[in-house]
């Protein structure tokens, strides 16, 4: 996975204020899900990727690709406050304390796909930072 396809979804999903299917798209395009694994979130025929954005309910989505693409890593939440939703990401590995920054948006669904977002980016710069 690319460093800066990362962070530029990241930043578009920051920017959205609401349901977007060309975000949902951009996230299985930058994700490579295959019809397989799309199949499970994909409700209507007529969508070309999961409901990521789009459907109210999308947190299933969301907490599908956090497993496909973090497996081991956990989720949790504050819950919303102040109409914000804050999201941390948990490293699997017990000898670290890792524990993501804390990705702040007013709608879950994209505070969970910005925290997916966030870690993965750690983990790509980790990986640059050891292949130097």
Known sequence: ?????????????????????????????TFKLGPLWCSRYITDPDDMAPRFTTDPDGLGACVGL????LPGWRRSTDGSISDRWS??????????????????????????LLAIC???IVEEEAKEKADV
């Open 66 to 69: 956090m497993r496909e693409v």
């Open 87 to 112: 999201i941390m990401m948990q490293t699997p590995n017990k000898s670290e304390e890792y524990i993501c920054e804390i990705e702040v948006h007013a709608l879950e669904t994209h505070a969970t």
């Open 1 to 29: 996975m690319n460093l800066s396809t990362l962070k530029s979804l990241q930043s578009r999903i920051r920017e959205a204020t609401g349901a977007d299917q060309e975000l949902d798209f951009a996230i299985r395009k």
């Open 118 to 120: 966030a870690a993965l």
